[in-house]
T-cell receptor, first 114, second 113 residues
């Protein structure tokens, strides 16, 4: 059973600080990694994806991938109250060319404290 | 505006009843998906469709059925065989099977009376 693990939280971070969200996965050959943000009672929306080892930056968000250690993380700089949400990690297995094989983690609930 | 429309937002099912959740998209996407989300759990795939008149079972298809008669529409029926239907149901689409960015609808919360 392929697994994607996330700390459910809640993770509380002061406004303006860096929020760090982590995700580990069990399938060593996984090749595509996604972070979705989900506000309470709403649908998920994609905020970042990463395919290669290293860092990928987009505005205040940075995704970090370490395939050797099988983890992917999301950093949110200058955290804002509007960043308070649940963050879902999703992983695509090797050789997959579609979304039907995505495995989602249970999500980490992030709260930014003003 | 382009997007995915799910209806109804809330739905109640009586014992032994079949109910149908609607999902319509005007994004001209080929692939559509149904996910179930339970509290404290990740999204789990119920069914998916890559083209019209074709669909495949996901990880938890038992007790559900779908149809894909039109590109824009992918309704999900929760049958009486689904013994634990209470959950948040999300419809999603992607431009093609190989395009991994999912667009989600606003969801339907299904509860049992």
């Amino acid at each position: 059973q392929k697994e994607v693990e996330q700390n459910s939280g809640p993770l509380s971070v002061p406004e303006g600080a860096i929020a760090s969200l982590n995700c580990t996965y069990s399938d060593r050959g996984s090749q595509s990694f996604f972070w979705y943000r989900q506000y309470s009672g709403k649908s998920p929306e994609l905020i970042m994806f990463i395919y290669s080892n290293g860092d990928k930056e987009d505005g205040r968000f940075t995704a970090q991938l370490n395939k050797a250690s099988q983890y992917v993380s999301l950093l949110i700089r200058d955290s804002q109250p509007s960043d308070s949400a649940t963050y879902l990690c999703a992983v695509s297995p090797p050789g997959n060319f579609g979304n039907e094989k995505l495995t989602f983690g249970t999500g980490t609930r992030l709260t930014i404290i003003p | 505006d382009g997007g995915i429309t799910q209806s109804p937002k809330y739905l109640f099912r009586k014992e032994g009843q079949n109910v149908t959740l609607s999902c319509e998209q005007n994004l001209n996407h080929d692939a559509m998906y149904w996910y179930r989300q339970d509290p404290g759990q990740g999204l789990r795939l119920i069914y998916y469709s890559q083209i019209v008149n074709d669909f495949q079972k996901g990880d938890i298809a038992e007790g559900y059925s779908v149809s894909r008669e039109k590109k824009e529409s992918f309704p999900l029926t929760v049958t009486s065989a689904q013994k634990n239907p209470t959950a948040f149901y999300l419809c999603a689409s992607s431009a093609s099977r190989g395009n991994e960015k999912l667009f989600f609808g606003s969801g339907t919360q299904l509860s049992v009376l």
